[in-house]
């Protein structure tokens, strides 16, 4: 009992310490009054709630090709529970980070029956497809930011050794956690796989539901859900520059490099990436010019009200999932009943 309670402790608190401890460091000395005047009349929300469709699509974009991947294991999931089980992940892993894809799985194991060992093996092979994704997002990105680079050290008189230098120890003290939090997390992944090669026949299923991607019947179909999967993600991010005056002229390419480098901030684990997405995003905006206290804002604000999106699909989907067993449940008693008015007649 002890020991259960310790791991969650330890799964729980650790995360929301780190995230907390960060989001201290850089929001001390940030001027909370101009935070409120932004909220209060400084942005335009009218590109926020542009904004938020996109965070929506993602996430249905996602159940689709969840869909695609399954097709080949005979399995033909209802969208509808795809994507609910899809938002209750991201919700849930607000609370408890990376618990999110275990949960969406036991959500179509629960309400389509589907082996949960396949749904991980299918799951592990979206991961690799979206890791090889945002390694391509990566790779344009550099490859279109050396001459940006080149000329914003030019005209500013600074040079890379420099912006370097004024990098403050507490910062590669930051980036140091959240490199160490990222590595912890992957051996704690890869320990949990070897429970699933425990026995031969769940590491059977599980092959095989990794397996699956090789075997797309429209493999087209998966390749455009995946680019509208991270399309999404970069709108939902990008619309946002236009809500505030400081961003609004940076343009798409610099967003870009915030929405890469935020990716990789991500893999930190806490929730929603709080704090290392919040360091990563200030810092690629005070590199473009914008001032220390305005990207600190920009960072806080969008992240919170994207957040709070992911809140309110998690609930949405609860609400939902629980309409659908409740159904289910009616259905089953009605057919329960007319099977024995049945046997009464005969």
């Not at 209060?40 to 965070?55: A, C, E, I, K, T």
Request: charged fraction near 10%; charge should be positive; glycine fraction near 8%.
């Amino acid at each position: 009992m002890l020991k259960t309670v310790l791991k969650f402790t330890l799964r729980v608190g650790l995360p929301l310490l780190l995230a907390a401890v960060i989001l201290r460091w850089m929001y001390n000395g940030v001027e909370w009054g101009a935070m409120w005047a932004v909220l209060d009349g400084g942005m335009n929300w009218w590109w926020m709630l542009l904004s938020m469709p996109f965070g929506v699509s993602a996430q249905v974009f996602r159940a689709l090709r969840w869909r695609v991947a399954l097709k080949p294991l005979g399995e033909k999931p209802r969208l509808s529970v795809c994507c609910n089980s899809i938002f209750l992940s991201y919700a849930s892993s607000l609370a408890v980070p990376r618990v999110g894809e275990v949960l969406r799985c036991g959500m179509l194991t629960r309400y389509e029956g589907i082996s949960f060992t396949r749904l991980i093996g299918s799951v592990v092979s979206e991961r690799i497809v979206d890791m090889f994704m945002v390694l391509l997002f990566s790779i344009v990105t550099l490859l279109t930011q050396v001459p940006v680079f080149m000329r914003f050290f030019d005209e500013t008189g600074l040079d890379l050794g420099g912006f370097l230098s004024g990098f403050t120890a507490s910062g590669y003290l930051v980036t140091a956690v959240c490199a160490l939090a990222a590595l912890g997390l992957v051996i704690i992944l890869l320990k949990k796989l070897e429970f699933f090669s425990r026995t031969k026949a769940k590491l059977s299923k599980l092959i095989e539901g990794m397996a699956s991607v090789a075997h797309l019947h429209n493999p087209w179909l998966f390749l455009f859900y995946s680019v509208g999967i991270w399309a999404s993600y970069y709108l939902h991010f990008y619309i946002a520059f236009f809500c505030f005056d400081y961003t609004a002229q940076l343009g798409p390419i610099a967003a870009m490099v915030a929405f890469v480098l935020g990716c990789f901030a991500v893999l930190v684990p806490t929730p929603n990436g709080a704090g290392p997405w919040h360091f990563v995003v200030k810092t690629v905006l005070v590199l473009y010019g914008v001032q220390d206290n305005e990207a600190a804002v920009f960072a806080l604000i969008v992240h919170t009200l994207q957040t709070l999106l992911t809140v309110f699909l998690g609930l949405y989907a609860l609400a939902a999932l629980a309409m659908t067993r409740a159904v289910e449940s009616h259905a089953s008693c009605a057919v329960s009943a007319v099977g024995n008015e049945c046997d009464d007649l005969s």
